[in-house]
């Protein structure tokens, strides 16, 4: 049997690691063409040495140059490259035939739409791009053929649920609603009253998920979960209330599809991201993950309950986003990465992450998103208002 030609985007990050334990457990079905990282190049050198990729892209000059040398130390045959460019050129390389798409953040968006161009197996993890770009992204895997296979564990889970051919077969109109789960994160129960004074090694400490601060944080505000809605209308081609928002502490549903026979389906496990990600690689077929078995007697209790819009007013920011249409979504999520980051270095408080969203979104207004240069150009004006009301809060 041949190999598989995997490109990961963001090889050193969460999803990049989990993705290259599983094909570490398979080397007949899998090899590594590229990889991609920021500027880690400790990490990257680790992973050049394993699996040997034919290239390897880090984001600046200085992180290249220190991995070229190492590269030539250790006489491995992996060509380095540097810049967004090269990002978008590895997506789109021939011999690929599978691309996870695994940066954090709008940094992803030219290499996931670059995999989806070419025709590829597109492993989405990056769900931003998808939230910045939905129309042009699904648009452009439909003209490509590309294969488009969620990784975020709800649409995985949805995916895995949903009748075969979804976007256009009859079956589709049996499909009444998804159920999207969501744990609630760290500040489920939390006094509403404290989450003002949270820190941001509070907000990365996840009860069930072992993730990347980015996306811990949104996890935290219950904006992932937005981002998630927003994520699955595209996905699935749904309406945004025909999604209904379920938090299950537990994590071990990772989301569900309901039928119009009274059938609820339901995909459960541990909450491990080698399950989503084993399934979209060897995807229509199944392999190991190297997940341990879910224990229903263990768990013994799953339990379920109506998202808290007070509490998370990132949730009711993105189902308005969701609504209102393409570029209030790029707008929600520019605005979110920045304030995040500023969360992340102290420079804000948690609650100032909704009420920054909340004022980029007041300002936007209703622009057609049908190139990705448009697309780029609403992201960094809301990136540049986001900042400015940053200047304008104190801490
Ligand atoms: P992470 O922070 O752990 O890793 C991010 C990766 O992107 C790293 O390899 C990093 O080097 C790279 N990167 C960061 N900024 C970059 C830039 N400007 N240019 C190029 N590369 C850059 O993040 P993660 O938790 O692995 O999440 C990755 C994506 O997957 C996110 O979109 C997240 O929402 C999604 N996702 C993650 C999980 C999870 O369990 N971690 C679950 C579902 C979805
Ligand atoms: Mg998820």
Redesign the pocket.
Known sequence: MNTEAVCVL???????QNTLDVIRQHPDRWRVAAL???T?VVDMLALCKEFRPEYAVM?DAASASALVSECRTHSLPTEVLAGEQS?VDVAALDQVDTVMA????G??LASSLAAARTGKKVLL????SLVMSGQLFMDTVARSGAQLLP???EHNAIFQCMPNNYLAGQQAKAVERILLTGSGGPFRQMPIEQLQNVTPAQACNHPN?N?????SVDSATMMNKGLELIEAVWLFNTRVEDVEIVVHPQSVIHSMVQYNDGSVLAQMGNPD?RTPIAHGLAWPERVFAGVQALNLVEVAKLSFERPDFERFPCLRLATDAALAGGSFSCVLNAANEIAVEAFLQHDIRFTDIARIVEECLGMANSVELSSIDAVLEVDKAARARARQCLAATQV
Do not use: H
């Open positions: 963001g090889a050193t990050g969460s999803i990049g991609t990282a920021n880690n984001s990002l695994a940066i954090v953040g940094a992803g993890a990056n769900k931003e990784i975020d564990s998920w993730m990347g601060a980015k996306i991201m």
